[in-house]
């Protein structure tokens, strides 16, 4: 999420693929939660289905490693790390009561095990503030599924964690079905504001003119419930989100979409920082090794979305230029 991707015609590359799994194996003032390691969880790595009912997890019983910590900055091993945390888009981030839950909480506190390191996730309303915390020193780093752009890149650097793909949706019931980018042309959809989702519809609609066709309607909201709720109310024909927040809100909260056969290239997502920021390498290396020793691999099937893990720990990147994209 946020904003703003360099994007070549949607058109172009946009892809085809068939979601008929998805909907089974796909799926504010701050407040601070404590990351960190130490303490038991009998229910950790589990979804609520087979532990206690929470999808909280206190602990992944890992211990520091030494060549992940002699990393970690000095100030921030007397000092917690504050992470921006957007509480509003499951299954990344959510809240449970009031304790943010979700994959991005997972591995976070996976990643300050392995660094010895305490972080404390700031629980944030509004998504579209992250990026300026972090520039004006608000946040130490931001864990809130960010996708890897260009423009992103002018003002943060980005630690990746996996790369997904853009689902549509209708609701159920309705006649519009969306196979291809101009099936999207002429209808109302609506994004969260400040997500790169709002620069891949406006890029469509663009597009659909160039076609000869009629451009969409784009709302935008603050929050991804209003999202939600925009369709599921039929102030929008359509919506668009990550591949695995539309199989969650179907799968886990039961609203009423049908996920189109349209998916959008994937993009590369990961935690972002201040630019130049040192905490970098360590949270790279601190990535590769939570895949080294398999704890990555069991977040993301606790959340039903293994698929969109990386292979391999020569994946994970630290991206601190625009110029380490490919061309758009």
Known sequence: MYRRPALRSFFAVAALAALTTLGVAACADPTSTPSSGGGGSPAAGESPAAGSGSYAT????????????????????????????????PPQEFLEGQ????????????????????????????????????STGRYDMSSADFGVTKPRLEQVDFVSEFAIGTAFATKTGSPITVAQPTDLCGHSIGVLNGSYFVDQVNQASADCEKAGKEPLT???????????????????????????????????????????????????????????SKLGPALQAAMKEIM???????????????????TSPDQVKLYTDPSQLAAS
Do not use: C, H
Not at 60 to 86: C, F, H, M, R, T
Not at 293 to 308: E, F, P, R, S
């Open 292 to 310: 080294n020793n398999g704890t990555y691999t069991k977040i993301l099937q606790k959340w039903d979305v293994a698929q969109i893990g990386y």
């Open 218 to 276: 784009v709302q935008t909201y603050p929050t991804d419930g209003a999202r939600v709720l925009a369709i599921t109310n039929g102030r929008v024909e359509l919506t668009a989100a990550t591949v695995d927040a539309m199989a969650w809100v179907i799968k886990s909260e039961s609203v009423p979409l049908t996920v189109q056969t349209l998916v959008y290239e994937p993009l590369e997502q990961g935690i972002a920082l201040p630019k130049d």
């Open 99 to 134: 304790t943010l839950v979700g994959i991005q909480p997972d591995i976070v506190l996976a990643l300050s095990e392995v660094m010895g390191v305490k972080v404390e996730n700031q629980s944030v309303g509004s998504f579209d503030s992250l990026i300026p915390g972090l």
């Open 58 to 89: 206190t602990t992944w019983d890992l211990q520091p490693v030494d060549s992940v910590a002699k990393l970690v900055p000095e100030e921030y091993k007397s000092k917690p790390i504050s992470n921006g945390q957007y509480n509003d888009y």
